[in-house]
């Protein structure tokens, strides 16, 4: 059972501007930035652009203006909704340009990392009571072998490191896919934190999905005027990479276009699920991404480096499973294999549940069975391969038969001819090795 989102756990909205715990400048630029680039003159459109409440948007507007940086242009609005305009003056213009060149970042006001910190903690991914009905929802479409719930269920609920190994093609992959479905709640993701001076949109719509408030649910709605808008409320994130990943994405990285930082993926994962697939396949070796994890694994923390050279820590609060077709001796070093909490060895099925997975998934594409066609696989066919199974092989052998029976213009179907032409699609012809 998840632990319960609601007030105790939604990020409070600032009541004043002290509680911000920003440099004024900072709030001011942006605040300039935003009015220039967006072209706003409204209190309220501006209040929802940088997502801050009234009060203390109106109170960096009359310290801007007290700096002769914008200016009063009269009350806006009909009888009821009027409201005092305000514009950039040409001071207030070239204030925002010379902001603007040094970093293009405006809109959201970021939250400082502390409370960030803060925030991480209470809504933490090891406080998160993962039940075994939960996970074998999450997974009722998978054959798993046996016990195999016994290992995930306390390596989930701990929120720490895992390796899946075994041999390619057993589901591996669809196994941390499930992880990810069965966290099933929700988090608060900051649109961009901020550490000395310098902002760091967190917010990644392709990593994070956000939550839609219910309009007819009194009580959310409720919530959400008392929760801090500059967080989106969103499912736990899972960052999903394979063998395109390298060292340098788990840095944090300056764009010198948009003069602005970007998170490193780990950040962006925070509070969810880092997916490294077909470990091994990367560029960098499996040793040298351990060692660039071994503090955060460790300690819970994790160290950037700004441009300038200066480290910071963040929240290192993140589910990391590696998955991998190689022996984890092979690839690690026993100080490696040490820092990683849970080591899961996933194998093939055996004949009983390879037919189970055969049987679901022809039934699941419209496949009629056959027990001749069947009975051919299995007495002759693996044979061949030391009646060595996989996960994958009943998916694929399926989808040829179907491609077969669709080209040659036949009504979809399984035969022993047509399973000797999906079978010879499965492996190289020649000095192929066993799947």
């Known amino acids: 059972m998840n632990l319960p989102l609601g007030p105790s756990l939604a990020p409070s909205p600032p009541r004043k501007l002290a509680e911000m715990r920003l440099s004024t400048v900072l709030m001011r630029d942006i605040v300039l930035k935003t009015m220039f680039r967006k072209n706003i003159e409204s209190v309220a459109i501006l209040a929802r652009a940088i997502c801050l409440p009234l009060p ?44 603007l060149a040094q970093s293009a970042y405006f809109g959201a006001m970021p939250v400082p990392l502390g409370q960030y910190c803060d925030q991480v903690k209470r809504q933490s991914i090891r406080r998160l009571q993962m039940s075994r009905s939960r996970l074998e929802q999450a997974m009722a479409h998978l054959v798993l072998p046996p016990g195999l719930l016994d290992q995930l269920g306390p390596a989930v609920g701990a929120g720490r490191s895992v390796l899946l190994y075994g041999p390619p093609g057993n589901g591996k992959s669809s196994i941390s896919n499930a992880i990810r479905d069965a966290l099933g709640d929700h988090i608060h993701v900051p649109r961009a934190i901020e550490h000395a001076g310098q902002v760091i949109p967190i917010h990644d719509p392709i990593v994070h999905d956000q939550v839609p408030e219910a309009p007819d649910d009194p009580l959310a709605l409720r919530l959400s005027r008392h929760r801090d808008s500059r967080y989106l409320l969103c499912k736990r994130p899972c960052v999903i990479t394979g063998g395109e990943l390298t060292l340098s994405m788990l840095d944090l990285t300056y764009d010198p276009i948009a003069r602005t930082y970007q998170a490193p993926l780990q950040l962006k994962s925070t509070g969810g699920i880092f997916i490294v697939d077909d470990l091994g396949r990367q560029a960098d070796s499996p040793q040298a991404l351990i060692n660039r994890w071994i503090v955060p694994l460790e300690e819970g923390r994790d160290i950037l480096t700004f441009q300038s050279g200066e480290k910071f820590e963040v929240p290192f609060d993140t589910l990391v499973i590696f998955s991998t077709n190689q022996h984890p001796g092979a690839i690690f070093d026993q100080a490696a294999l040490r820092r990683i909490f849970f080591k899961i060895r996933i194998d093939g099925p055996g004949r009983a549940d390879f037919l189970r997975i055969f049987s679901q998934i022809a039934r699941q594409k419209g496949l009629p069975l056959d027990e001749v066609s069947l009975l051919h696989l299995l007495k002759v066919k693996y044979p061949m391969i030391g009646n060595v199974y996989a996960s994958y092989q009943p998916g694929f052998l399926i989808d040829q038969v179907i491609s077969i029976c669709d080209f040659e213009g036949i009504p979809r179907q399984m035969s022993p001819e047509l399973l000797d032409r999906a079978w010879s699609n499965m492996f190289v012809q020649g000095n192929d090795a066993p799947p």
């Open 56 to 99: 203390i948007t109106q109170e960096l507007l009359d310290i801007a203006r007290g700096q002769k940086l914008i200016e009063a242009i009269g009350h806006r609005g009909g009888e009821t909704t009027r409201e005092m305009g305000y514009r950039l003056t040409e001071s207030g213009r070239a204030r925002a340009h010379d902001a």
